[in-house]
């Protein structure tokens, strides 16, 4: 039996080679994202790969985002791989498209446990050493950049979830006060960028975003350059927390900004429309929490499309967690994130009908016939599939590879081989057969069902 995972109409019908196919409604809302974002005093941001930085995927960075958070070029084990030896080349090129396309950048990230380089995880340093290593580093890397970053993630990740500190590189050979450093020396590099600590599962009131407001209040009160929190807000369908708003109030309150850092929602897959339409709601509340506190700076998407989603290889049988699809279509997170800057567009009604089938004749001799079938998906996807025709003038199938077909009269139906019943949205399948006929040939309409 087919299963169709997205819509109901399934009625797909194809004559010869031609192609009737249904691409789902995907426009774009009337006023890019960063328009938007900015008529509410927002940045609406996204994280991006640099050498994907050109046709589409530029066009959409450039054109919809106005603050661009270097994915990884500016880990410190990308910008060091060798001790003293600098690769800034992808953090230059995203910054050089940043400025041409009047976009803040947000630097992202001095101090983690993560993504460190080797000759820095391996070496055996004493505490002295280890904190001239990071003052290094931090003066070096925010220097390079001085007055074009808009605000730095300067501490990445500082705390477990029970709102302790992290055993980290940092904190075991250093201790708490690491952070503190590390604000004072990025602060002295560039006196202009705001400085932010960031950590993930901060976005609701809890004990970890406890703890992170404890910190930012001692560090404000011990006068040390404190400017902001990302929340960094990878989210699973549905769980956005209750708490976000009050949550990111409480933080303004005590005088710093807060920014959305690393939005992203992922589900199970496949998606669906039920799926995506939730992917809406949860951004759509998530920006427009932000939205709603003065001192929220704005929200930055990780990825702004599933094709450069950290998701699928983090989080396996996860996926579809950012606002454009794999081939660069808008999905309903993106008109959420729209509606809630005041957007007018609506989302679009969930895709029907868009697995199509086609049927053609790939060759034909004296009383014999070889055809194809196609079966194409966007918008929708298949976990099995069927194929029914009628043949016109008496033609008979005689073999079939790729699927198994069954033909009685005139009606043929065809059913996905073990392997190739899947048909994932944005991909396609093909069955092949033999036939016999006689006087003509006509090629029949096939639908999936
Ligand atoms: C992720 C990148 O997106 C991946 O490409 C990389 O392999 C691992 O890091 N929190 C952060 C980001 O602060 O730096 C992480 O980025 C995602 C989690």
Not at 73 to 94: C, H, L, R, Y
Not at 145 to 169: C, H, M, Q
Not at 324 to 348: C, H, M, R, S, V
Not at 399 to 415: D, E, K, R
Request: proline share 5%.
């Amino acid at each position: 039996m087919r299963s169709l995972r997205t819509g109901s109409s399934l009625a797909a019908l194809v004559t010869g080679a031609a192609l009737l196919f249904t691409a789902p409604a995907a426009h774009a809302a009337d006023s890019p994202l960063r328009d938007l974002a900015a008529a509410r005093g927002k940045v609406i941001g996204t994280a991006v790969t640099g050498a994907k930085l050109t046709g589409t995927y530029g066009d959409i960075a450039g054109s919809q985002f106005s603050s661009l958070t270097p994915g990884n070029a500016m880990k410190w084990g990308t910008v060091e791989p060798t001790q003293g030896s600098f690769n800034w080349t992808e953090a230059d090129q995203i910054v050089a498209f940043a400025q041409a396309h009047n976009q803040q950048v947000r630097g992202h990230t001095l101090v983690w446990h993560n993504q460190n380089p080797s000759w820095l995880t391996n070496g055996s340093w004493t505490p002295t050493q280890l904190s001239g290593l990071l003052q290094n580093h931090i003066s070096t890397e925010v220097g390079r950049y001085k007055g074009k970053i808009a605000a730095w993630d300067v501490v990445n990740e500082p705390f477990n979830e029970d709102g302790t500190y992290r055993s980290t590189l940092w904190y075991d050979n250093l201790g708490a006060d690491y952070i503190a450093n590390a604000l004072t020396w990025a602060h002295a590099a560039d006196p202009g960028a705001k400085l932010y600590i960031n950590d993930y599962n901060v976005e609701g009131v809890g004990a970890k975003s406890t703890a992170l407001y404890n910190l930012v209040k001692d560090l404000k009160s011990r006068g040390v350059p404190i400017d902001g929190v990302g929340l960094q807000a990878h989210l699973v369908l549905g769980q956005v927390p209750a708490t976000l708003q009050q949550n990111i109030q409480r933080f303004a309150d005590l005088g710093v900004d807060v920014a959305i850092t690393e939005l992203d929602v992922r589900m199970a897959l496949p998606a669906d429309s039920a799926k995506l339409a939730q992917q809406a709601a949860d951004f759509k509340s998530v920006v427009a929490a932000c939205a709603a506190v003065t001192r929220c700076a704005g929200v930055t998407v990780w990825g702004f499309t599933d094709s450069d989603s950290w998701v699928p290889s983090t989080f396996p049988g996860y996926g579809a967690a950012t606002p454009y699809d794999e081939n660069y279509a808008p999905k309903p997170a993106y008109f959420g994130i729209a509606q809630a800057l005041g957007g007018t567009t609506t989302t679009p009604p969930p895709p029907t009908g868009a697995c199509s089938a086609t049927y053609s004749v790939t060759s034909q001799w004296n009383t014999g016939f070889t055809g194809q079938v196609t079966i194409a998906c966007s918008g929708a996807s298949l976990s099995s599939w069927k194929a029914n025709w009628t043949f016109g003038a008496g033609q008979k199938i005689t073999q079939s590879w790729n699927a198994t077909c069954a033909q009685s009269g005139t009606a043929v139906s065809c059913a996905n081989a073990p392997y190739n019943g899947s048909v994932p949205d944005g991909s396609s399948v093909s069955f092949g057969f033999n036939g016999s006929w006689s006087g003509s040939n006509p090629v029949p309409t096939v639908t999936l069902g």
